[in-house]
């Protein structure tokens, strides 16, 4: 019986594959091991003769050969990541098909009263007729990103077909740990040989994106005097107390849960300690390159207060940048890649939207490593939870999306730049060159 795209999400989401932060292993856990291997055999019995799985970078890189007779010169890229959230389980996954949805609550747990709403997801309204693939409710169901590596396989097998249209010679990688931001960092470019490329790791279908936020992390740590309640007065510095002020201090409404669209925000992601110490570890995001650095600024500016406030050395705020927005290496001298997936989506009658991602992919430390590579849809909802579903017709059209894609090929750069500059002037809109 022929694999589609949907059989092969479902046999890649038996393989528990949650990435773990600390881990002393690369990657972080065995099961992306596991699955690489899987895809490894899998990729050889299309016919891909050099896949191999390199443990050094943790990847699964392959090449399809061309077929046009060398009329492409340059090699378009796809990549996947294998990891799943450590957010929420991915142990013993057990997908189910929902076909011909009609609307209204799925029941994904009866026993535990865990059920899908269109009330408070209203996008599932959407597929009514469609079949939608859903959890038990106990785990995540793992789209991201095996939806995209099942749609990068069935392109792969499609064009290592004898039918196949004629294309450039193709890479594919899949990638470790994304989920938890250091997979990426030991990709081999010159392994994968590509001049372009696209992360499959959106959302729902249509969904395009170049631009992404600017990350970093910070630590805050306070410490502090702890003594006897009695006679505390004076003499009692509360470590908890100062990083709830610390807390306090940053703008309020600029959190991810009232913010959207180009709005980046403070994200306090953990907190603990009490009276002697406390410590707290934040997300800060922006997309725009000048309020990221100022969120920056903010935080250690706000620590220095609670110093001269608290005595020197009270408060202490380390930061690490993560990740930067890959727009920068993008517009406007990489656009053909957005027109092009914009064309592609609109022949097989697909809606694209373009929208900023509010996160990032391993797209983005790939744009900033000299492969410029944005992010295509992968068709899944919910990411990283157990209400997480997504669309078997919506997989099956993006694995036709990168057929036509890979065999529409990679034109040439400055034609393609000149004539979106000449759009963009007709238009009377301001081109603006950002420097990295």
């Given at each position: 019986m022929k694999d589609?795209?949907?059989?092969?999400?479902?046999?890649?989401?038996?393989?528990?594959?949650?990435?773990?932060?600390?881990?002393?292993?690369?990657?972080?856990?065995?099961?992306?091991?596991?699955?690489?291997?899987?895809?490894?055999?899998?990729?050889?019995?299309?016919?891909?003769?050099?896949?191999?799985?390199?443990?050094?970078?943790?990847?699964?890189?392959?090449?399809?050969?061309?077929?046009?007779?060398?009329?492409?010169?340059r090699t378009l890229g796809f990549i996947s990541h294998m990891d799943t959230s450590p957010e929420t389980s991915g142990r013993n996954v057990k997908p189910r098909l929902i076909p011909d949805y009609d609307g209204g609550e799925i029941t994904l747990n009866k026993e535990q009263g865990i059920m899908l709403s269109p009330e408070m997801y209203p996008e599932l309204e959407n597929y009514k007729g469609r079949t939608l693939i859903v959890t038990d409710g106990t785990t995540l169901l793992?789209?991201?990103?095996?939806?995209?590596?099942?749609?990068?396989?069935?392109?792969?097998?499609?064009?290592?077909?004898?039918?196949?249209?004629?294309?450039?010679?193709?890479?594919?990688?899949?990638?470790?740990?994304?989920?938890?931001?250091?997979?990426i960092a030991r990709f081999d470019l010159g392994r994968f040989g590509a001049d372009f490329a696209y992360t499959v790791d959106g959302g729902a279908l249509g969904e395009l994106e170049y631009e992404c936020?600017?990350?970093?992390?910070?630590?805050?740590?306070?410490?502090?005097?702890?003594?006897?309640?009695?006679?505390?007065?004076?003499?009692?510095?509360?470590?908890?107390?100062?990083?709830?002020?610390?807390?306090?201090?940053?703008?309020?409404?600029?959190?991810?849960?009232?913010?959207?669209?180009?709005?980046?925000?403070?994200?306090?992601?953990?907190?603990?300690?009490?009276?002697?110490?406390?410590?707290?570890?934040?997300?800060?995001?922006?997309?725009?390159?000048?309020?990221?650095?100022?969120?920056?600024?903010?935080?250690?500016?706000?620590?220095?207060?609670?110093?001269?406030?608290?005595?020197?050395?009270?408060?202490?705020?380390?930061?690490?940048?993560?990740?930067r927005n890959m727009r920068e290496k993008i517009f406007p001298e990489n656009m053909f890649l957005i027109e092009n997936a914009e064309r592609c989506m609109k022949e097989l009658g697909i809606q694209p939207k373009i929208q900023p991602i509010r996160g990032g992919t391993d797209g983005a430390f790939l744009s900033w490593k000299g492969l410029p590579c944005p992010n295509l849809c992968a068709g899944g909802h919910n990411f990283h939870g157990r209400y997480e579903y997504c669309c078997a017709e919506a997989m099956e059209k993006i694995a036709e999306m990168l057929i036509k894609l890979s065999s529409r090929g990679v034109p040439l750069v400055r034609a393609r730049t000149a004539q979106f500059r000449r759009k963009q002037r007709s238009a009377g809109k301001k081109i603006v060159m950002r420097r990295g």
């Open positions: 589609t795209v949907v059989t092969r999400f479902l046999r890649y989401a038996a393989v528990d594959t949650q990435s773990k932060e600390d881990s002393d292993r690369f990657p972080s856990t065995e099961g992306q091991a596991v699955l690489a291997e899987m895809l490894v055999r899998e990729l050889k019995e299309t016919g891909v003769s050099d896949a191999e799985y390199d443990p050094v970078s943790g990847c699964v890189y392959a090449h399809i050969p061309a077929n046009d007779g060398g009329r492409e010169s793992g789209a991201d990103d095996k939806a995209g590596i099942a749609e990068i396989m069935t392109m792969t097998e499609a064009l290592m077909s004898p039918e196949a249209p004629p294309h450039g010679r193709i890479a594919v990688a899949f990638t470790p740990d994304e989920e938890i931001g250091g997979g936020f600017n990350a970093a992390s910070a630590k805050v740590k306070v410490r502090g005097v702890n003594i006897h309640t009695g006679e505390a007065k004076g003499k009692m510095k509360n470590a908890a107390r100062i990083l709830a002020e610390f807390d306090s201090l940053l703008p309020e409404g600029e959190r991810p849960e009232e913010t959207e669209g180009y709005e980046g925000f403070f994200h306090l992601e953990r907190i603990e300690g009490g009276v002697e110490s406390a410590e707290a570890e934040y997300l800060i995001r922006d997309h725009d390159r000048d309020k990221f650095e100022s969120r920056k600024a903010l935080m250690l500016d706000i620590a220095e207060r609670l110093n001269v406030k608290y005595g020197a050395g009270t408060v202490t705020a380390e930061l690490k940048d993560s990740y």
